[in-house]
């Protein structure tokens, strides 16, 4: 009979391991509360259609398993390189969702059971298994795997979830007026630490007058205005920006990711409790990055078939 695996998150480390579990012949559902997979891997459109990478900017694959995935996916045209004006010279070859980040979490969720807008709410260890409880349903599962960033993981699991901590990041999403000779800024002071040109990036529309910058505040700066409103944040960031490219601002909206960059101290791959069949994945438990979500829940699949 077949096992019901539940998985919670369809970022980037629950739709692997929901890809891995589907190529073994399983039938994995994977919740997210999100309108669309991807979570911290994904793109906004604004009022007027115009598509931001807001979180993720780009991925490596320095691994091999990763850079196999890579090639099948830029066959697929999912994803392309990405050489920017600007950017340190000595870095791994850089990727980018084509015609934008979100596109590779839809192309991994395109063949499998993945519910969007499915707050999951509480889990419930019985002796059958897990009573996953949403805002509007419920579902019963053999095995759970918590795809989630560690405080909201903590938040469902209680004392069954290994610790981690997470810096935040406010995102803006920028509208200049046209020029600049750089497609990425790094900075190791002042209020961002990143800021890169969409239209830099492969496969990307552009609109003649404008051009669509994302900026990254540090940790520091993030932390230090955690609760300020966005438009006061989108404000900051944007006239930071437009100085340092002698630009000037067109428009601008700011976005808060509360568990951005997690510390990772020590790579596990997963966390696995065997007697409660419970796997934890996500970035925060191998590498702060997309390509740390992607082994960490490639890693999950593997410990899942060793469980059964
Ligand atoms: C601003 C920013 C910039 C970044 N830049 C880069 C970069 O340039 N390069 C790079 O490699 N990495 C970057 N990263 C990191 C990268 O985005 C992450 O490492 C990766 O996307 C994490 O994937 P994940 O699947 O582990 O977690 P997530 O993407 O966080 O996925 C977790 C999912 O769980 C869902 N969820 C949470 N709670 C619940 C619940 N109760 N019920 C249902 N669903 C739930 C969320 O909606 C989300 O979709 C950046 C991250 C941020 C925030």
Redesign the pocket.
């Known amino acids: 009979m077949q096992r019901r695996v539940v998985i ?8 692997t391991c929901a890809q891995e579990l589907a190529a073994l012949g399983h039938a994995p559902l994977v ?4 309108r669309r ?6 793109s906004r459109k604004d009022e007027d259609g115009r598509t931001f990478d ?7 694959a320095r691994d091999p398993w990763t850079a196999t995935r890579v090639a099948e996916w830029h066959e697929a045209g999912v994803v392309a390189p990405w050489q920017p004006r600007g950017a340190h010279a000595d870095h791994p070859e850089w990727w980018v969702g084509t015609p934008c980040m979100g596109a590779l979490a839809e192309h991994l969720a395109r063949e499998l059971d993945v519910r969007c807008s ?4 509480a889990v419930t260890k019985n002796e059958a298994g897990w009573h996953v409880e ?1 805002r509007d349903s419920s579902f019963e599962a053999d095995t759970l795997v918590m ?3 560690a405080p ?1 993981a903590a ?2 699991l209680g004392e069954l979830a290994p610790t981690g901590d997470t810096d935040a ?1 406010w ?1 803006a999403m920028v509208r200049l007026s046209e020029g600049g000779a750089v497609d990425v800024l790094e900075r190791k002071e002042g209020p961002f630490s ?1 800021a890169a040109r969409e239209a830099s990036k492969p496969g990307r529309s552009t609109r003649p007058g404008e051009d669509l910058w994302t900026v ?1 505040a540090s940790a520091e700066w993030s932390q230090a205005h955690l609760e300020q409103p966005a438009e006061r944040v989108a404000h900051e960031l944007s006239a930071a920006l437009a100085d340092a490219l002698s630009q000037s601002v067109l428009g601008a909206q700011a976005h808060r ?1 509360r ?4 510390r990772v101290d020590t790579p596990v791959g997963c966390h696995v409790d065997a007697d409660a069949k419970l796997i934890v ?4 438990l191998q590498s ?6 992607l082994t ?2 490639r890693a999950a699949a593997q410990r899942w078939a060793e469980l059964r």
């Open positions: 919670v998150g369809a970022g980037l480390a629950g739709l919740l997210d509360k999100g997979p991807g979570g911290r891997s994904c807001h979180g993720a900017q780009f991925f490596t499915t707050h999951v709410t949403t795809a989630i960033p909201q938040a469902l990041c995102a990143w990254h990711w568990y951005a960059k997690p994945c996500g970035d925060w702060p990055r997309v390509e740390g979500a960490s829940g």
